[in-house]
Structure formats: C-alpha cells, structure tokens
Nanobody
Framework: QVQLVESGGGLVPAGGSLRLSCTAS????????VGWFRQAPGNEREFVAA????????YYADSVKGRFTISRDNAKNTVYLQMNSLKPEDTAVYYC?????????????????WGQGTRVTVSS
C-alpha cells in the first residue's frame, strides 16, 4: 500500500514554470511505476507523463513533450514534474498515481493508487 501527496500547484502566467512534487509513504516506493495525469473541467483525465521504477525510462504525452520533465528520487520517495513553457491549455488538476504491475502504462485504470491532486492554473 502506498499513499501519495501532491504539492507545488498554483497560478502562473503563460510561459512560466512550475515544479510539482508527489511524495509517497511506505518503504517500497521504488517498486512502483509513477504517472502524472491531469483533468481539466469538463474533460476526461488524461495521461501526462510516467517514469519507470528506477527512473531510467520516461514517457510523455505528445502535448507536453519537450516542455515537461518527469524525474524521481527514490531515496526521498518523491517524483517530480517540472513544467516549463506553460500554456493556458495546461490548466487542470494534476494527479500523481502509482502502480506495481506494468513496466509502463498511460491508462488511468491501470493505476491503483492516487493522490488528491494539485491545481495548476495558467493565465493568458
């Protein structure tokens, strides 16, 4: 079992940057693949990025590739999402999620642990 807590959201102007953090409880954090998802009002939850257990492999949605970077520090039980060149369409609640079955997944229903979300608002 793992509990996830996101932080780092806020209001930022277009072109700005934010770094989100996802901190996990438990001593087996390195056993989990971690993903970031986001959900804007009226939209379905969508995949943003994922990182392998060791951090050696990363995956991104096309919409954020080249602007967002996912990383992890297993010693700190934390996964980060560095978001640069933010656009108004990046406005959403961002969730981190963890799963221990698949080596990689961009499907929300394959993740069984979720945080409460952190809101990101990008003003134009």
């Amino acid at each position: 079992q793992v509990q996830l807590v996101e932080s780092g959201g806020g209001l930022v102007p277009a072109g700005g940057s934010l770094r989100l953090s996802c901190t996990a409880s438990g001593r087996t954090f390195s056993s989990y693949v971690v993903g970031w998802f986001r959900q804007a009002p009226g939209n379905e939850r969508e995949f943003v990025a994922a990182i392998s257990r060791s951090g050696g492999s990363t995956y991104y949605a096309d919409s954020v590739k080249g602007r967002f970077t996912i990383s992890r520090d297993n010693a700190k039980n934390t996964v980060y999402l560095q978001m640069n060149s933010l656009k108004p369409e990046d406005t959403a609640v961002y969730y981190c999620a963890a799963q221990a079955i698949y080596s990689y997944s961009k499907l929300a229903n394959e993740y069984n642990y979720w945080g409460q979300g952190t809101r990101v608002t990008v003003s134009s």
